[in-house]
């Protein structure tokens, strides 16, 4: 709360990435941003630098508009299940899917011609299919 009062952005949604994929083998919360990015927040912030929470600063990868309008903010994050891929669904209907890392954007899709709405639920199909419900 104090991170987020202290930058004026709310968190969207979260999604958490289990120890066994994360590289401080310790579970790590991904909180989307009202500004369109994600902070990560370790559980053990006493440890980490920042009170544990690192902006990872994804705009350019998810939710950039190609400079018209502004950002468009994650509504709904979910990961694979070996924890290397994050899909990202963002309130202006796109859906990209990033490694965990956010090095390389591996599938972008425009869902706005089905609906204009955030789907209801978000999940994985195995390891490399993303299912979306409205």
């Known amino acids: 709360a104090m991170y987020s009062r202290s930058n004026h952005i709310a968190f969207r949604c979260i999604a ?8 401080s083998c310790r579970p790590e919360l991904f909180l989307s941003t009202s500004d369109g990015s994600v902070v990560v927040s370790e559980l053990h912030p006493s440890t980490s630098p920042n ?22 903010p994650i509504v709904s994050m979910s990961f694979a299940p070996n924890g290397r891929f994050l899909a990202c669904f963002t309130s202006n209907s796109i859906l990209t899917v990033v490694s965990t890392t956010f090095e390389s954007k591996v599938l972008e899709f425009n869902t706005s011609s089905g609906s204009s ?14 299912v979306l419900h409205w």
């Open 117 to 130: 709405s955030p789907p209801r639920s978000m999940g994985w199909c195995g390891e490399d299919s993303v």
């Open 16 to 23: 958490i990435l289990p120890r066994q994929y994360a590289p």
């Open 51 to 72: 009170g544990g929470l690192t902006d990872i600063d994804c705009r350019s990868k998810i939710g950039d508009t190609g400079g018209i309008g502004p950002i468009a």
